[in-house]
């Protein structure tokens, strides 16, 4: 089975820019969730997608928003980035309706705002 | 709101010590409780999860987690560390109100050769 992709893996944008994440989620797997991971911090939860609709949310702007496509794979799109933004971003797979699911996390994107 | 906390931020051992790692999460329905690792570099990797049953849950790895419910606690314990062991470990919780995870702050964990 393939695992969560993520891309790019590293980016640089510089304060007030908007910047789009890439995410593949697991084959079988029917709804993303997104992270927020903070140097020497646990991962925060920004907002899940099902559906193609958002079915949840951290305590995150509405700067940061959203997409699933129909192939499950997801975008976060952040705007007006701030340096606090400066983050591991994570994506999570899992399938809702399997009453023992977990995740699948993949391995990130780093992204620098200076 | 549900929360976790991880008391131990930064634990070193020497190989062959015993490992135990606090967990304490603070949510007043049904949980679903992990343990994750996040090797240098890597991604996260479930270690281990308890959603009902026994209390106590084996992992991979040699790991091993017991939910004491009546302390809100899901530690991790594994009898003899290696030094392939260094790493941060994350506990989370997943309340019954929804699918979203709440993670704890991590341990890093160094293991001395």
């Known amino acids: 089975e393939t695992g969560v992709t993520q891309s790019p893996t590293h980016l640089i944008k510089t304060r007030g820019q908007q910047v789009t994440l890439r995410c593949s989620s697991q084959?079988?797997?029917?709804?993303v969730s997104w992270y927020q991971q903070a140097l020497g911090q646990g991962p925060q939860f920004i907002f899940q997608?099902?559906?193609?609709?958002?079915?949840g949310r951290g305590n995150f702007p509405p700067r940061f928003s959203g997409l699933q496509f129909p192939n499950y794979s997801s975008e976060l799109n952040v705007n007006a980035l701030e340096l606090d933004d400066s983050a591991l971003y994570l994506c999570?797979?899992?399938?809702?309706?399997?009453?023992?699911?977990?995740?699948?996390f993949g391995s990130g994107t780093r992204l620098t705002v200076v | 709101a549900q929360s976790v906390s991880q008391h131990n931020h930064h634990v070193i051992l020497s190989e062959a010590a015993s490992l135990e790692l606090g967990c304490n999460y603070s949510?007043?329905?049904?949980?679903?409780l992990f343990w994750y690792v996040q090797y240098p570099g890597q991604h996260l990797q479930l270690l281990l999860k308890?959603?009902?049953?026994?209390?106590l849950v084996k992992g991979i790895k040699g790991f091993e987690a017991e939910f004491i419910k009546s302390k809100f606690s899901f530690n991790l314990r594994k009898p003899s560390v290696q030094w392939s062991d260094t790493a941060e470990y994350f506990c989370?919780?997943?309340?019954?109100?929804?699918?979203?995870?709440?993670f704890g702050g991590g341990t890093r964990l160094m293991v001395k050769p």
């Open positions: 999570a797979s899992s399938l809702v309706g399997s009453s023992l699911h977990g995740y699948t």
């Open positions: 084959s079988g797997h029917n709804t």
């Open positions: 997608y099902y559906r193609e609709e958002e079915n």
């Open positions: 949510y007043g329905g049904t949980v679903n």
């Open positions: 308890y959603f009902s049953g026994d209390p």
């Open positions: 989370a919780v997943r309340g019954n109100a929804g699918n979203m995870l709440t």
